[in-house]
């Protein structure tokens, strides 16, 4: 069993800089890929990034690619999304996910690759 808990979410203005945390309990987490996924009210859990289980694969939404990152520190249990030059749309409640499937393939784009979630933080950007 793994326990997800994001935090770092918050209210910036369009431009500026947030980064969020996902801290992981379980000693399993540096077998896991994590993702982060965004929902926004009235629709569906949306890809925006995923890192392979050693860091060394990534993949980002078009919609993200370049303005954000995302990262793991294995020894702290921590999976990481910088999110820079921040637009009103990426307004959003923001989860982290564990997937027991460490390594990346082009299905971790899908919610149902993953086995564990975190509650969510909420991040909104004002125009």
């Known amino acids: 069993q793994v326990q997800l808990v994001e935090s770092g979410g918050g209210l910036v203005q369009a431009g500026g800089s947030l980064r969020l945390s996902c801290a992981a309990s379980?000693?399993?987490?540096?077998?896991?890929?994590m993702g982060w996924f965004r929902r926004t009210p009235g629709k569906e859990r949306e890809f925006v990034a995923a890192i392979n289980w050693n860091g060394g694969s990534t993949y980002y939404a078009d919609s993200v690619r370049g303005r954000f990152t995302i990262s793991r520190d294995n020894a702290k249990s921590t999976v990481y999304l910088q999110m820079d030059k921040m637009k009103p749309e990426d307004t959003a409640v923001y989860y982290c996910a564990a997937s027991e499937v460490g390594r990346l393939t082009i299905l971790h784009r899908a919610t149902n690759r993953y086995d564990y979630w975190g509650q969510g933080t909420q991040v909104t950007v004002s125009s």
């Open positions: 379980g000693r399993t987490f540096s077998s896991y890929a």
